[in-house]
Every structure is written in structure tokens, then in C-alpha cells.
């Protein structure tokens, strides 16, 4: 079984619809980030939970919102979508030091 | 605003030969240095890290780090048709990392 599963693996939804994608991981570790890649644009950070009691906002949160239920899950929230939040997002774990483990996405298109 | 620079390819070699792959940070803070390989439609995969200046080897894959000139290099010796990906560089600290935007590589058979 994977160590970083995320949910849907691919979403339509249409504008103004809220959605949630869900990231669950089995690999105990504290930190979890949400991440979204657009082409030419890189991988940008969204949120990040150092523990359950610690939600941070990344570079670009506006329009996004997160919970972590659990040490294993951490949920990003789209409270209403936009074309422009088109993209791929993806979850990544971390322990000890800086380096992240990233799950496999979710290919999210926003019409 | 932290910023990782890569070269911005595409780059393309022969099988067998030597890729190289580079990058620059702007964070003198920057602790931790990652190279990620990334599949067309997959995630990225930690392939190398490197925390002190000099080079560290793992296999075909060679990572060097001059934190003096804030530059961090990836080579892949042997280069293989299934080494073709974007390779993400990455600068870490504090439990954050800032992505290069990519660099694309192929390897011609």
C-alpha cells in the first residue's frame, strides 16, 4: 500500500462548487504541506501542519483553507472554486529533517 | 522572497553519456538541498540530498554543493532513456522547501 494517498486522484467541478481533496498517510510522520504545480509556474506551497494543533499558510493560500483531522490526514478545501485553481495539488509528508515525501496528486479542473 | 533558479532546458543527451543539472539558491539561510525526479503526470521522487559543501555520490547520481556560490548540481553518469523526467532542485530549511521550476531532461537511445 502506498504511504501517501490522496483523494480523488482526478476531480471536474465547476465554478463557485466547493471541494475537497483529502491526504492520508501511513508513515507517522508530524508535518504535512499541500502543494499545487502549474506548467512554468513550479511547485507552490498552499498550507502546512507542523502537528495537529499547527495549521501555517503558505505563499499562496487566498481561496484555500485546510483542517488536519488526525496526524495521518490533512485536507485542503476549496471553499469556492475558479478556473484559475486549475491545476495538479499535491500532499507531501515530513519527519526528521527537511526533506518531503510527496503522494501521488490530484489532477483538479476547475470549468 | 526565497528563489531557486535551475537551468531551464529542455536539455537532451545521447544514452550513456553524462547529464548535468544545475541550480542556483538565493537564501543564504538554506540548510538542505534536494533533487527530485518527476515523470510526466507522477509525483516528485527524492532521488538525492545534500547538506554540506563537496559532492555526494549514490550510484549514477552525483550531488555537489558550493554554498559559497550558493550552487547546487546534479549529475547522472550512464544516462538512460528511463532517467528522462523533469528533475526538481529544491533548497530546505526550517522544514520548508522553495522549488526550481524544473528541468527537463531526455535521453535519446
Known amino acids: 500500500d502506498a504511504d501517501v494517498t490522496q483523494t480523488p486522484r482526478n476531480r471536474i467541478t465547476k465554478t463557485g462548487k466547493r471541494i475537497m481533496l483529502e491526504c492520508s498517510q501511513t508513515?507517522?510522520?508530524?508535518?504535512m504541506y499541500w502543494y499545487r504545480q502549474d506548467p512554468g509556474l513550479g511547485l507552490r506551497l498552499i498550507y502546512y501542519?507542523?502537528?495537529?494543533?499547527?495549521?501555517n499558510k503558505g505563499e499562496i493560500s487566498d481561496g484555500y483553507s485546510v483542517s488536519r483531522q488526525a496526524q495521518a490526514k490533512f485536507s485542503l478545501s476549496l471553499e469556492s472554486a475558479i478556473p484559475n485553481q486549475t491545476a495538479l495539488y499535491f500532499c507531501?509528508?515530513?519527519?526528521?529533517?527537511?526533506?518531503?515525501?510527496f503522494g501521488p496528486g490530484t489532477r483538479l479542473t476547475v470549468t | 522572497q526565497k528563489e531557486v533558479e535551475q537551468n531551464s532546458g529542455p536539455l537532451s543527451v545521447p544514452e550513456g553519456a553524462i547529464a548535468s543539472l544545475n541550480c542556483t539558491y538565493s537564501d543564504r539561510g538554506s540548510q538542505s538541498f534536494f533533487w527530485y525526479r518527476q515523470y510526466s503526470g507522477k509525483s516528485p521522487e527524492l532521488i538525492m540530498s545534500i547538506y554540506s559543501n563537496g559532492d555526494k555520490e549514490d550510484g549514477r547520481f552525483t550531488a555537489q554543493l558550493n554554498k559559497a556560490s550558493q550552487y547546487v548540481s546534479l549529475l547522472i553518469r550512464d544516462s538512460q532513456p528511463s532517467d528522462s523526467a523533469t528533475y526538481l532542485c529544491?533548497?530546505?530549511?526550517?522544514?520548508?522547501?522553495?522549488f526550481g521550476k524544473g528541468t527537463l531532461l531526455t535521453v535519446n537511445p
Open positions: 508513515k507517522g510522520h508530524d508535518r
Open positions: 501542519s507542523f502537528d495537529v494543533k499547527d495549521i
Open positions: 529544491a533548497a530546505g530549511s526550517n522544514y520548508k522547501l522553495t
Open positions: 507531501a509528508t515530513g519527519t526528521g529533517g527537511d526533506e518531503q515525501y
